[in-house]
């Protein structure tokens, strides 16, 4: 069973940055693959960035090309770097993962969230 925990959510000002990590442990997760998803209230969870095993990366319209996602393998570590931020990113920001590498079907495993306010 994986446990995720995420941190670096906070508060910033319109178009700054932030840079979320989320800590595998459990299993090594270098080949599975590996999201970020954000809710508001009342809303539905959204996607925001994947890895997959091998290392490819996709993103929401909404966020590409201000925020990237990578991960350090050997230290069982997801990042998410999201630049350029604007009020509607607020949101929680959770990680998720799911063995086998590849990014198709529901993920295995949550992080409990942090909170990222843009204003």
């Known amino acids: 069973h994986v446990q995720l925990v995420e941190s670096g959510g906070g508060s910033v000002q319109v178009g700054g940055s932030l840079r979320l990590s989320c800590v595998a442990s459990g299993d090594t997760v270098g080949r599975y693959c590996m999201g970020w998803f954000r809710q508001i209230p009342d809303k539905e969870r959204e996607g925001v960035a994947a890895?997959?095993?091998?290392?490819?990366?996709a993103y929401a319209p909404s966020v590409k090309g201000r925020f990237t996602i990578s991960k350090e393998s050997a230290k069982n570590i997801l990042y998410l770097q999201m630049d350029s931020l604007k009020p509607e990113d607020t949101a929680t920001y959770y990680c998720a993962a799911k063995p086998g590498g590849y990014c198709y079907g529901p993920m295995s495993y949550w992080g409990q969230g942090t909170q990222v306010t843009v204003s």
């Open positions: 890895i997959d095993g091998g290392g490819n990366t």
